[in-house]
């Protein structure tokens, strides 16, 4: 394609012979605003006679040159305008991959509103039931739809609220119709589905007809959040059969006598929040990952008889708030289980009832354990150290655990002590408690004291031998040069065990007063130890307002 050759028209201007000066318009006024008349008026005259001509003449060139400016703009904006689709036509964009523009479309979905939260909206809910911001990238152009309407990974995130439903402003049968198109369009692709099903929602018909809907798509089901006040529905059933992809149930429901979940072959992984005694009828035996949250929880062994029930789970989380409760003496029996992975998110205004709880375990092949507060904003448990030296002994940690983290209020002697019987120990990762200035001495964890029994001396590292990746959150109420010390020992010790291994820290610390600062020099010696490939680390400040 050629451009076309074309040549800008010269206008040759001509100018009045009856133009004023610049000086003659300024007497002009000044006559004018004083009201005196010239003694000779034939050049005004003359002026005002010649004057239409003198116009005239100007405004023929002026509307010939309007109408050629107004050529060369529509010109010049349709040339823009070709340009741009010239270059959209070859933008990078364009040569984009269905999968690739597949992948950036997922990464556009709103995964904050598919959550079952409190606070949504109708308008939230209604976006989501139609997935609209998938309907509005289709609308870019031709392309984008085909792909966006024809990909049904992009429409197999389904999320339900009825609690909302009644002050939505979309009339019911849209709101289904915008579902069944979701569905629809996912064909047989696998489904996440989040339903939160309320009693308050006083259409039980719809209710019934929403979830028969969801039910006939059972045989795509592959992560499952289900939330409910109410009782078991009796409409929810689903054929024999029909669970083959399901993998991950996350319940929020007191569904005792529920069991259409039982045929589910693929299930590996379950979360429950409530009562243990209201799960519905579940394939214990192949749940591989299990996490239960509870509370007003008055003995012992009632969350742990969930340990029973997943008795080939690899994986426990239990969140539990065990406070105003006394649990009693576990007695000789113990709840005994295979796991490898243990996370206790606990909540306990009395270090007696977490040591009873640990007193009611028995952990032969556990691999990493840890201890958290229930969530941020709840007070740290406290960490009962002769409870879990018991615990220790009993499960034989010294031959298998092979990682700790503490996040909960214990003082450096209470640590020594258990990591005495840890000599498997490799990943160790202590929080220190956030406290006010009255007990910071108290409770201080990381300490000179600890730092030296870390220490390697003669080549023997006397306490976790194995220890190649520290994370630390705390006061810096130890030495740097300690520290530092510590650092270079340890890894010439990893490289007389494994040359391969790299000694591995995160040191995280309070920022601000009465807070100090890690030295410079630490700093800087961490940071060439790194640039050597000696090391590897990570440090940051935590701001923290002590009052």
Not at 384 to 400: D, E, G, K, V
Request: glycine content about 4%; proline content about 6%.
């Amino acid at each position: 394609m050629s451009a076309k050759s074309f040549r800008i028209p010269v206008y040759n201007g001509f100018t009045s012979p009856f133009l004023p000066t610049p000086t003659e318009m300024a007497n002009i006024r000044v006559m004018s605003r004083r009201g005196i008349l010239p003694p000779d008026t034939f050049v005004l005259n003359r002026i005002i006679t010649a004057a239409p001509f003198e116009l005239a003449r100007y405004d023929l060139p002026i509307q010939t040159l309007q109408r050629e400016l107004d050529r060369l703009i529509d010109e010049r904006n349709i040339l823009a305008s070709y340009a741009s689709d010239c270059r959209s036509l070859l933008a990078p964009v364009r040569r984009l991959s269905d999968e690739l523009l597949v992948e950036i479309f997922d990464l556009c979905r709103p995964w904050g509103l598919f959550e079952i939260t409190e606070n949504i909206t109708p308008a939230q809910e209604a976006a989501r039931v139609s997935q609209r911001h998938l309907l509005q990238l289709a609308e870019v152009c031709c392309n984008w739809h085909r792909v966006i309407t024809g990909t049904p990974r992009l429409w197999s995130v389904i999320t339900l609220d009825t609690s909302v439903w009644d002050q939505c402003l979309a009339p019911y049968h849209k709101i289904i119709g915008s579902l069944e198109s979701s569905l629809r369009r996912g064909r047989d692709h696998h489904l996440t589905l989040r339903l939160a099903v309320s009693k308050d929602f006083h259409n039980k018909t719809l209710t019934r007809n929403v979830v028969n809907l969801l039910c006939s798509h059972a045989h795509r089901w592959r992560n499952v959040y289900i939330w409910s006040d109410d009782g078991p529905p009796q409409y929810l059933s689903l054929p024999s059969g029909k669970l083959g992809q399901l993998r991950i149930l996350h319940l929020n429901v007191e569904w005792k006598s529920i069991d259409v979940f039982l045929e589910a072959p693929n299930l590996r992984e379950l979360r429950f929040k409530g009562e243990v005694g209201n799960l519905p009828r579940l394939p214990w035996s192949q749940i591989q990952i299990c996490q239960y949250t509870g509370n007003n929880t008055n003995h012992a062994q009632l969350p742990l008889s969930s340990l029973l029930l997943a008795s080939n789970a690899l994986e426990f989380t239990l969140c539990l708030d065990l406070r105003e409760h006394v649990l009693p003496v576990a007695g000789d029996s113990t709840t005994s289980s295979h796991m490898e992975t243990l996370t206790l998110h606990l909540a306990a205004d009395d270090p007696n009832t977490t040591g009873r709880f640990f007193d009611a375990l028995t952990l032969p092949s556990l691999k990493s354990f840890d201890i958290e507060p229930l969530d941020d904003t709840d007070p740290l448990p406290i960490f009962p150290s002769q409870s879990f030296l018991a615990l220790a002994n009993r499960s034989q940690f010294s031959t298998h655990l092979l990682r700790l983290k503490l996040h909960a209020i214990l003082s450096d002697a209470d640590l020594l002590l258990c990591l005495g019987s840890l000599p498997r120990l490799e990943e160790l990762v202590i929080v220190e408690a956030r406290l006010s200035d009255d007990e910071m001495d108290s409770m201080a964890v990381i300490t000179d004291t600890l730092l030296r029994a870390l220490l390697v001396v003669d080549g023997i590292a006397p306490l976790i031998p194995r220890l190649h990746y520290f994370d630390v959150t705390s006061r810096l109420e130890f030495s740097d040069s300690l520290f530092a010390a510590v650092v270079k020992a340890r890894i010439a010790h990893l490289k007389r065990l494994d040359d391969s291994m790299i000694f591995d820290i995160c040191l995280w610390w309070e920022h601000g007063e009465p807070f100090r600062e890690l030295s410079g020099e630490f700093i800087d010696y961490l940071t060439d130890l790194a640039s050597r490939d000696e090391l590897l680390f990570s440090i940051a400040k935590l701001h923290t307002c002590v009052e």
